[in-house]
């Protein structure tokens, strides 16, 4: 299902649980979705230049109305191609990304999204010798600034900074705690709180990170009945 698709309506079904019920309730949305996206796709680290121009590119491919699943898989096979850092995307050509986007299931936006990562890491390379980490410099560690800066790259829309800011978080001190409308959406409907410092009630730090994304997660595939007891 669609990135960019809001949370289904559904009254809040978890208004009533106790702090018990709820802390068991996150226990099982964790054990479902134990990693999070980025985990999914091999970034090892958010605190380097390749980890964070990897989490740039996954949060670009899945920002778009396709399926995450198949997002992910495009980034994991860009990858696999050893284009990791802004340098290596930018010295591949225009045909190579697009045959290895397509080859991935990611057919309908291919070749725009081939055009839109090359222009994307000439733009880090310019202004930033290709290092998200100065990026955040340049903005302050301010995450308004941080956005806006973000979304001067091609592709990248609140959506896709959403994205970023969910994965990069504990990295970046000053967005910590960072909860999308769509992961608050599925903890309101699940009764864990309808804001980001509610959330950090029964999950904290790298545990904070996976509810969010798994919440994201959930509501994609609507899989409330299996978490709900």
């Not at 970034?43 to 399926?67: H, K």
């Not at 994991?76 to 995307?89: K, V, Y």
């Not at 903890?187 to 980001?196: S, V």
Request: hydrophobic share 40%.
């Amino acid at each position: 299902m669609p990135e960019r698709e809001q949370p289904s309506a559904r009254g809040d079904a978890g208004a009533s649980l106790t702090p018990s019920q709820r802390r068991e309730l996150v226990q099982r949305i964790l054990g479902r979705y134990p990693r999070t996206d980025a985990q999914e796709v091999g970034i090892r680290s958010l605190d380097s230049p390749s980890g964070l121009f990897q989490l740039l590119v996954m949060a670009t491919l899945m920002s778009a109305r396709i399926r995450s699943s198949t997002a992910r898989q495009a980034a994991q096979a860009l990858f696999a191609q050893r284009w990791t850092n802004a340098r290596a995307m930018a010295s591949a050509t225009w045909v190579a990304r697009t045959e290895v986007l397509n080859h991935a299931g990611y057919a309908r936006y291919d070749e725009r999204t081939s055009r839109m990562l090359g222009e994307t890491a000439a733009l880090l390379l310019d202004r930033y010798r290709g290092d998200l980490r100065r990026l955040r410099e340049e903005a302050n560690r301010e995450p308004a600034a941080e956005r806006r800066l973000l979304k001067l790259c091609k592709g990248m829309g609140d959506v896709g900074v959403d994205i970023f800011f969910r994965e990069v978080q504990c990295s970046w001190s000053e967005i910590y705690p960072f909860a999308d409308r769509r992961a608050l959406g599925a903890a309101g409907r699940l009764g864990l709180g309808t804001d980001a410092a509610a959330l950090c009630r029964w999950a904290d730090g790298a545990d904070f990170v996976r509810l969010v994304v798994g919440l994201v997660r959930l509501d994609i595939e609507h899989a409330y009945d299996d978490v709900e007891a």
